[in-house]
């Protein structure tokens, strides 16, 4: 009989519950195997046959639009992770802190998350309905959890990458405000300067800026904050993440930061005992660019036919031979966990140097657009005024 994914929510002898997943051939043999380990069964889900697939409504299912900003998330994720940390299981959390929620949409994701959870059904199935909300690696990152077991460490891994995002971004509100202002003075300040001395005609000054400055500036904002919202859409996560691997500065933060969620995410599979084959495909949807994703995916079919863990890494071309070593090292003294810990320790140090050299970076180029926004507003006035200057003296001679 082939196995089949069965997931449990068990209790431990100090009374904790604990959640998890057993691939087995049957019901049984998982019952047998919790009793063993000292466990007691409080919910049991056997996978869902072809019975229970045929009262499925052949409606695709609803799929909500809405995106929500770094900050919610770190605080709905950290709370989550908190409270099951503690015992409770993923109903009761959500059920106590999905109300709670001031986020209207992450409010309406709790509600579905714990109706799944009420169910017996991964809470990841819910988040899957939000792709403007979830992405997809994170909840490939919560499904992880799912299956092995450590859903509290999938949930703090989330509202981890959220708060470092939020650091990235802090302060970036000065340089925008600077920008902001030398657009906005360059829309009032261009048109005093037709002519040396100017005709008394505020009327006409009026309209140029407000009929017509005013309006083409507040279009080049929008313009902006439209591309900004299209480029982070789902269909163009390919896309964005192809262009930004090409930036030198910016694209180094994004390879470490993805290649530190793989080995973290394949440790801790690992650790829960899964085949090194399905710990690795696990551990590659939780990377969050998709070109790299894609790469660590392809290495998985090369494990199908009997390649070794060491020599996937070295095939996907993308680890330094540092890591390499390490896995291969592990790989012969049966000490890959410990390995894949250094590992992990050395791109997590990585991301740490990106993110440094990314925000220093970030903010010179904002100022650099400051500067060159407001050296062309002085172009524009000084190349004006000199000009009516030419004009006015030019009969004279």
Known sequence: MANALFRYEVADSAGKTLTGAMSAP???????????????????????????????????????RGTVGPSDKALFFRQLASLIRSGISPFSALDDLGPRTVNPLIRQAAAEMCLKA???????????????????????TVRAGETGGFLE??????????????????????????????????????????????????????????????????????LVRWLWARLHAPDQAGRRDRWTLRIPV????????????FIRMLRRLYGAGLMPINAWEGAAHVVPNVVLRAKLADARA????????????????????????????????????????????????????????????????????????????????????FQSVFDFTKDWA
Not at 36 to 56: E, I, T, W
Not at 120 to 136: C, E, R, T, V
């Open 26 to 64: 049957d019901e049984a043999t998982v019952q047998s195997r919790l009793a063993q380990q000292g466990y007691r069964v409080v919910l049991f889900v056997p996978p869902q046959g072809a019975v229970q697939a045929a009262s499925v409504t052949a409606a695709a299912p609803r799929r909500y």
């Open 153 to 222: 460490i999938a949930l703090d891994e989330i509202a981890l990458e959220a708060e470092q995002e939020l650091a990235f971004y802090k302060g970036m509100w000065l340089p925008k405000v600077l920008v902001l202002q030398e657009v906005l003075a360059l829309a009032l300040v261009q048109p005093l300067f037709p002519t040396l001395f100017p005709d008394n005609e505020p009327l006409r000054f009026f309209g140029l800026v407000f009929l017509r400055n005013i309006p083409i500036a507040v279009a080049l904002v929008l």
């Open 302 to 385: 090369m494990m199908q036919q009997g390649v070794p863990l060491h020599e996937a890494f070295r095939a996907t071309g993308l680890f330094a031979s540092e890591a390499e070593q390490l896995i291969a090292t592990g790989m012969m003294s049966g000490e890959v966990v410990e390995m894949l810990d250094r590992v992990a320790e050395f791109y997590q140090n990585n991301v740490q140097r990106a993110l440094e050299s990314s925000r220093f970076w970030m903010y010179r180029l904002a100022f650099a657009l400051f500067l060159a926004t407001m050296g062309a507003a002085l172009i524009i006035m000084a190349r004006t005024y």
């Open 118 to 140: 009420r169910m017996g059904q991964p809470i990841s199935d819910a988040m899957d309905l939000y792709p403007g909300l979830f992405d997809p690696h994170i909840v490939a």
């Open 250 to 261: 910016f694209g180094d933060l994004s390879r470490q930061r993805s290649l530190a969620a």
